[in-house]
C-alpha cells in the first residue's frame, strides 16, 4: 500500500456521503479501510445510477480503495468481532446514531483509538430525529443564500455540507493521531452536518454578524466584488470575475480596451462598481455579445483577468487542465472502474494506487484476521 498514511489502520462505520467521505480520504492517503456494513450492505450501493463491478458510481466515488466486512451488530459475535477491530484499529469515523464505537471500545480501555463521530446535530440531540443533508441546508442558512435574488432559494447540486464535515472530521482525527505522539492517548472529535453548514456560510454570517442585515442571494453575482458573474458572448456563456482593483484595470485596458474607465470616478474602486453596477453593465454586456466566447477568454487571459468557459461535466473531465493534471484514471488502471484522482499531491509520496470500490464482504474477513494479529 502506497501513501502518507501507509499502515494506518482505519474503521468506517455509518451511513451517508459524510461517513463515506471521510474513510475514502483516509484511503486515499494510503491508510487501511474497513468499511463495516450490515447485512443487506450499505444504502449507497442501491442508488440509482449507471452499475459497474456490481455497485452503482456514487458508491465508487465515496467507496474506492476500502474494504468491506458485512456484521449483524445484534449478534453477539459481530459485535466481537467489531470491537477486536477496533481495539487494533488507529482510528475509526463512526455516524451510526448510537456512537457503537465507543460503546463497545470505550476510551478507559481503547486508550490509543482516535474517534470521529459524524451526525446530523451533535451527539447531544435525540438521535432519533429525520435529517438529511438538503434539510440541513435549509435549516442552517445554507439554502437561503444559494440562487438567484429573483427565484426561490437552491440547494447546492451537491451535499456540500457532508463533504466539508466528512473533510472536517478527517483534518480533527489527523490532529488527533499527531497529538497522540506525545502521550500515546487518542482524542475524540466530533462534527455535526448542522455546524459544518452553518460554518461555510462563510462571509454571509459574519456580515450579519456585523450588521445585523439579512443577507441577500446574489445568484452568479457577487455582493463583495464586480463586474463578477457569467456572461454572453456571441456564441454562449462565459465566467468572468473581477476581484480587486488592480484587476479592474487590466480588464479596463486589456478586454474592454477602455481605458477612460479605469480611473472613472464610477469603477475606479470595487466599491463604486458595487454600486453603480447597473450602469456598468450597460457597458459591459453590450460589448460581450459582439464577439465569441473565444474571443473574449483569449483576451482574459492574455491580460490578466480570471475567465473561462462554462463547461458541461463531460467537457471538464476530458478538459486539457484534467489531463495534463491526470486527474482521471481509466477503468484499466483503476482495477476495472474509473476514478477522479484526490487532488492531494505530495512531493514525494504516492497516493494509494486507485482500487474500485469493494463488493459488500470484499476484503473485510482477512483484513480483521491481520489486524489481531498485529496487535497481539
Known amino acids: 500500500m502506497t501513501g502518507p498514511l501507509a499502515g494506518m489502520k482505519i474503521v468506517e462505520i455509518g451511513e451517508g456521503p459524510a461517513i463515506a467521505y471521510a474513510g475514502r480520504n483516509f484511503a486515499d492517503l494510503g491508510a487501511d479501510v474497513v ?27 465515496l467507496h474506492r480503495g476500502k474494504a468491506s466486512i458485512a456484521l449483524d451488530l445484534a449478534l453477539p459475535a459481530d459485535r466481537a468481532t467489531l470491537r477486536a477491530l477496533l481495539l487494533a484499529a488507529d482510528g475509526a469515523i463512526d455516524g451510526t446514531p448510537e456512537g457503537i464505537v465507543r460503546q463497545l471500545a470505550p ?36 439554502l437561503s443564500i444559494n440562487g438567484r435574488p429573483d427565484f426561490d432559494a437552491v440547494r447546492s447540486g451537491l ?13 480533527g482525527m489527523l490532529a488527533s493521531l499527531i497529538a497522540r ?26 456580515q450579519f454578524l456585523v450588521n445585523g442585515e ?35 484595470r487590466r480588464f479596463a485596458e486589456n478586454v474592454l480596451e477602455r481605458t477612460d474607465l479605469i480611473d ?27 464577439r465569441p466566447r473565444a474571443h473574449w477568454i483569449a483576451k482574459m487571459q492574455a491580460g490578466s483577468v480570471p475567465g473561462g468557459p462554462i463547461r458541461t461535466l463531460d467537457e471538464a473531465v476530458v478538459a486539457p487542465e484534467s489531463v495534463e493534471r491526470g486527474l482521471i484514471v481509466s477503468a484499466e488502471a483503476g482495477g476495472g472502474a474509473p476514478s477522479i484522482r484526490n487532488p492531494m499531491r505530495f512531493r514525494d509520496t504516492p497516493l494509494a494506487t486507485p482500487r474500485p470500490a469493494p463488493r459488500l464482504g470484499e476484503g473485510g474477513p482477512a483484513r480483521a484476521r491481520n489486524w489481531e494479529a498485529k496487535s497481539r
Open 214 to 248: 439579512r443577507p441577500k442571494r446574489w445568484g452568479n453575482g457577487s455582493p463583495a466584488a464586480q463586474p463578477l458573474g457569467v456572461f454572453e458572448a456571441s456564441d454562449g456563456e462565459f465566467q468572468m470575475t473581477v476581484a480587486g482593483d488592480r484587476v479592474w
Open 107 to 142: 476510551a478507559a480501555e481503547a486508550t490509543a483509538l482516535v474517534v470521529g463521530r459524524l451526525t446530523p446535530y451533535g451527539d447531544g440531540v435525540d438521535p432519533d430525529v429525520p435529517a438529511h443533508d438538503a434539510t440541513i441546508q435549509a435549516e442552517s442558512g445554507w
Open 181 to 206: 505522539c506525545d502521550d500515546g492517548e487518542g482524542e475524540d472529535v466530533d462534527v455535526a452536518l448542522y455546524d459544518q453548514s452553518v460554518v461555510i456560510s462563510y462571509h454571509y454570517a459574519m
Open 35 to 61: 468499511k463495516i456494513e450490515p447485512p443487506e450492505g450499505d444504502a449507497m450501493r442501491r442508488w440509482p445510477g449507471p452499475v459497474i463491478l456490481d455497485a452503482p458510481a456514487a458508491f465508487h466515488a
Open 159 to 171: 451535499p456540500m455540507p457532508s463533504v466539508a464535515a466528512g473533510a472536517s472530521v478527517v483534518q
Open 264 to 290: 472613472h470616478p464610477d469603477y475606479a474602486r470595487n466599491s463604486g462598481r458595487v454600486a453603480n453596477l447597473d450602469a456598468l453593465m450597460d457597458i459591459i454586456i453590450p460589448l460581450f455579445k459582439t
